[in-house]
């Protein structure tokens, strides 16, 4: 790509928000192109959110949200959805759970913006299933029954007080799906998060002591 006497320069700014929704804005400066390659690439990239059902994992072994609530066991399910602009390169991830005397979900992730008693940390920001405008949600992971009560414990009771809650990094974190790995490790739930999760990769120096659950 040839740019003649201007640059261009791209911002994604993860964290403007109007009410409950989020939204991304991409500032370009510099308009003086010489090869128009730039912009199909340009056009791919930010209708990227529109392909990336495209490669969605199969969801047909999952039961509907409806029919677990009422199953009288624990349920813990991990979900992904694209985010906004740039879903082809970035995933937020987040962990629905339910204990088994209940008929309700409780939504835990980590948002991009401060607020609340637990920092970033968010429960029932939105609805457990609600995706962010880049594409529908899904399911990536589901424990079901005696398996899933220690993950839902854990969730419930240690996620208030995640080490990270008073810091947000988007790249490379902490982030939403550092928060995510941080539940897998720390239950010994082997989960593969999406390769999109870039958060889920986050090492912090030193490194952060996990305290698993029995």
């Not at 937020?92 to 992730?109: G, I, N, Y």
């Not at 589901?142 to 969730?155: Q, R």
Request: glycine letters at 8%.
């Amino acid at each position: 790509m040839y740019l003649k006497n201007r640059s261009v320069v791209v911002y994604v700014m993860e964290g403007v928000f109007q009410g409950r929704h989020m939204f991304f804005s991409i500032h370009i400066r510099g308009s003086y192109f010489r090869r128009i390659i730039f912009f199909p690439v340009l056009i791919a990239f930010l209708s990227g959110c529109g392909f990336s059902d495209l490669w969605k994992p199969d969801q047909s072994g999952f039961e509907p949200l409806t029919s677990l609530a009422s199953n009288g066991q624990a349920v813990a399910r991990v979900y992904a959805a694209p985010l906004p602009v740039v879903g082809a390169l970035f995933t937020h991830t987040w962990l629905a759970v339910k204990a088994p005397d209940v008929q309700t979900f409780d939504r835990w992730e980590v948002w991009i913006k401060k607020q609340g008693p637990y920092g970033f940390v968010q429960k029932n920001l939105l609805p457990v299933e609600r995706d962010l405008a880049g594409g529908s949600s899904y399911v990536v992971a589901e424990l079901i029954g005696t398996e899933a009560e220690g993950v839902v414990s854990f969730v419930e009771t240690r996620s208030p007080n995640y080490p990270y809650k008073d810091v947000y990094v988007a790249i490379p974190g902490p982030n939403s799906d550092t928060y995510t790995q941080w539940v897998l490790n720390s239950t010994r739930w082997d989960v593969q998060l999406p390769g999109t999760a870039l958060g889920k990769d986050y090492q912090p120096n030193p490194p952060l002591t996990i305290d698993p659950v029995p």
